[in-house]
Nanobody, 124 residues
Framework: QVQLVESGGGLVQAGGSLRLSCAASGRAFSSYAMGWFRQAPGKEREFVATITRSGSITYYADSVKGRFTISRDNAKKTVFLQMNSLKPEDTAVYYC?????????????????WGQGTQVTVSS
């Protein structure tokens, strides 16, 4: 089992940047593929980005491609989401998630463990 804690959210103006972190504890972090999801008010949770165990493969939602970058540091048991050129429509609670199966996963049902989320608000 793994416990996940997100941090780094906040309020930023449109065009700005934020870097989210997700720190893991428990079972070996490198055993999990990781993902970021987000949920805006009144909307369903949606996929943002994912990264395989080694970090060699990443995949992004079209809405964030070219603006967001997912990365991980297995030694520090942390996954990151660098968010640049932020837009008001990026406003949401951002969640990190871990999955045992080492492959690209875009559905939240494919993930086994979740953090509590961190709020990102982008003002226009």
């Amino acid at each position: 089992q793994v416990q996940l804690v997100e941090s780094g959210g906040g309020l930023v103006q449109a065009g700005g940047s934020l870097r989210l972190s997700c720190a893991a504890s428990g079972r070996a972090f490198s055993s999990y593929a990781m993902g970021w999801f987000r949920q805006a008010p009144g909307k369903e949770r949606e996929f943002v980005a994912t990264i395989t165990r080694s970090g060699s493969i990443t995949y992004y939602a079209d809405s964030v491609k070219g603006r967001f970058t997912i990365s991980r540091d297995n030694a520090k048991k942390t996954v990151f989401l660098q968010m640049n050129s932020l837009k008001p429509e990026d406003t949401a609670v951002y969640y990190c998630a871990a999955r045992i199966y080492d492959a690209i996963g875009v559905r939240d049902s494919e993930y086994n463990y979740w953090g509590q989320g961190t709020q990102v608000t982008v003002s226009s």
